[in-house]
């Protein structure tokens, strides 16, 4: 069975203190992995789109990277704004398009 | 502005009473899908649809209908709410791909329902 599993389920950081939310997959083959944003009360934000093992892709302080099991999203020197619940998805290649999404992760940044 | 409507954003209703949610993209996107967020639980897709007149079930799709008969719109149907169906529900669209790549998904501002 498809399942993304997303850890820790919560993280407390100070301000400039860098740190890695972790998402791990299985699917019997991967079309894409996702990281989105979510702010309280709102619908998810894009931010990386990853399709093979190796591949990384950086934007501001976030570097998101893949590996045949598992996602990271890397935050360095966060700042307050970066408070936010991380959201991590797949699409597996097994015939349909259904989406998986993992519980998720709330990021705390305090200043 | 590029976007994905719903309507209503808060809705309190009663076990029974039929409602519709509507969703609407203006991005020409083929790919639509609604999910619900619980807490704890995440998003859980409900149906999603590649195309007009093309839908098929995600990983909850018990007591939720779906129609697709033009490309923009999207409705989410529950003919008979219960309280377990009290969530806050997203519609999403995205580009799709013939190919075995996909796109990222983009998000309406969300339905808070309440079923009593």
């Known amino acids: 069975e498809d399942q993304v599993t997303q850890s820790p389920e919560a993280l407390r950081l100070q301000e400039g203190e860098s740190s890695s939310l972790n998402c791990s997959y299985t699917v019997s083959g991967l079309r894409g992995l996702f990281w989105y944003r979510q702010d309280p009360g709102k619908g998810p934000e894009f931010l990386f789109t990853l399709y093979s093992a190796g591949e990384e892709k950086e934007k501001e302080r976030l570097k998101a990277t893949l590996t045949k099991k598992e996602s990271f999203l890397h935050i360095t020197a966060p700042k307050p704004e970066d408070s936010a619940t991380y959201l991590c998805?797949?699409?597996?290649?097994?015939?349909?398009?259904?989406?998986?999404f993992g519980a998720g992760t709330r990021l705390f940044v305090k200043a | 502005e590029a976007q994905v409507t719903q309507n209503p954003r808060y809705l309190i209703t009663v076990t029974g009473k039929k409602l519709t949610v509507t969703c609407s993209q203006n991005?020409?996107?083929?790919?639509m899908s609604w999910y619900r967020q619980d807490p704890g639980l995440g998003l859980r897709q409900i149906y999603y649809?590649?195309?007009?007149?093309?839908?098929d079930k995600g990983d909850v799709p018990e007591g939720y209908k779906v129609s697709r008969k033009e490309k923009r719109n999207f409705p989410l149907i529950l003919e008979s709410p219960s309280p377990n169906q009290t969530s806050l529900y997203f519609c999403?669209?995205?580009?799709?791909?013939?190919?075995?790549?996909?796109?990222?998904?983009?998000f309406g501002p969300g339905t808070r329902l309440t079923v009593t």
């Open positions: 991005m020409n996107h083929e790919y």
């Open positions: 999403a669209s995205s580009l799709s791909s013939p190919t075995h790549y996909s796109y990222e998904q983009y």
């Open positions: 998805a797949v699409q597996a290649d097994t015939g349909g398009f259904k989406t998986i």
């Open positions: 649809s590649m195309n007009v007149e093309v839908t």
